[in-house]
């Protein structure tokens, strides 16, 4: 596992891999939706993480982060595309 994100296994990825902000972590957690960004392939977590954490307002932010969160709970959704497990 990475150091930086402990949810990311890493081995395919050739890109940055973001770390796991805390507050997105203990959300996912309170949520009850980490088993679900678990079982995401890794440049999906990756991807949402760098796309949250990137946003430079927080307004944006914040938008990013409920758009992942309604995304996990639907199970169905990546970055506004279809997804299937």
Avoid: C, F, H, S
Avoid at 63 to 82: C, N, P, S, W
């Amino acid at each position: 596992m990475d150091e930086k994100n402990p949810y990311i296994q890493g081995e395919n990825l050739k890109r940055t891999i973001y770390p796991m902000p805390k507050e997105i972590e203990e959300l996912l957690q309170q949520k009850k939706l980490i088993e679900a960004y678990k079982r995401r392939p890794d440049y999906q977590k990756n991807d949402y993480i760098g796309w949250i954490t990137r946003a430079r307002r927080e307004e944006t932010r914040m938008k990013r982060l409920d758009q992942m969160v309604a995304e996990l709970e639907q199970g169905d959704r990546y970055m506004g595309m279809d997804y299937r497990e």
